[in-house]
């Protein structure tokens, strides 16, 4: 496997840690970084971080379905829609609790929906060809993440032939390859957040409480500058509007 740009990583944390591997090992490491993405995951709020699904059309057997899957990398949902067979969207905004919905004696808007674990329950149920999608935030691949082995990938340069004798090589009609690291946004152009975490969990761990304070100080003022700035962008470039259900209007 090659990971230049996380194996850099790996030894930045160390650097700035001030330790050597016998202290701060490399699974360590990678450990501290994963607690690190996975805090900027749950608080960042930022487009590179956007994502839409689109389910594939309602089948003749879904007919009737009241429930979706949540997609796996799911952080925090930002809008639930359908477009039926004509084309036309609705978007579900009315979010309930779950005893509401499935209160048969209550009075449920068009298109209602609430959370039940990994799935959405939703209002009037399915029909025929209906395209279900959710825009959301979502959590990245792993940081040490690479593309897999195979023809689509090595014709579309995803992939590296190597030699034999490379570590991790996988064999593929007679060639030798490594996949190339995954592309990740918070990895290649926000490693500072990433690296200030880990730093701040790798001190903690050496019992250097006081740097590690200031390292997790830092990465949440990084994050909260990237709120800010994008909070900004949103305000520009027309009037903002919004619109409330169930409020008369003056």
């Not at 579900?92 to 609790?97: G, I, N, T, V």
């Not at 004798?165 to 990740?184: D, R």
């Amino acid at each position: 496997m090659s990971t230049p740009l996380f194996d850099s990583l790996v030894t930045k944390v160390r650097s700035w840690a001030n330790r050597d591997s016998s202290v701060l090992t490399d699974d360590l490491i990678t450990n501290f970084l994963d607690y690190s993405a996975d805090y900027c995951y749950r608080n960042l709020r930022v487009p590179p971080l956007e994502h839409t699904f689109v389910y594939s059309p309602i089948s003749s057997n879904d007919v009737g379905e009241t429930t979706i899957i949540i997609p796996s990398d799911l952080s925090e949902l930002i809008q639930f829609s359908v477009t039926d067979s004509d084309g036309n969207m609705t978007v579900y905004d009315e979010k309930l609790s779950l005893a509401s919905l499935q209160d048969k004696d209550f009075n449920k808007k068009h298109q209602s929906f609430a959370r039940k674990g990994r799935a959405l329950v939703f209002h009037p149920e399915a029909k025929l060809n209906d395209r279900f999608e959710i825009y959301y935030y979502r959590r990245l691949a792993d940081l040490d993440a690479v593309y897999n082995v195979n023809q689509v990938n090595i014709n579309g340069g995803l992939c590296t032939q190597v030699s034999s004798s490379t570590p991790g090589a996988t064999l593929f009609n007679g060639n030798y390859y490594l996949g190339n690291e995954v592309p990740n946004w918070l990895r290649d152009d926000n490693e500072r957040m990433l690296l200030w975490g880990a730093l701040a969990h790798a001190l903690e761990y050496v019992g250097e409480d006081e740097r590690a304070a200031k390292f997790y100080a830092k990465q949440q003022e990084a994050i909260q500058e990237l709120n800010r700035e994008e909070v900004q962008r949103k305000a520009k470039g027309g009037s903002v509007v919004a619109s409330y259900a169930d409020v008369a209007q003056l």
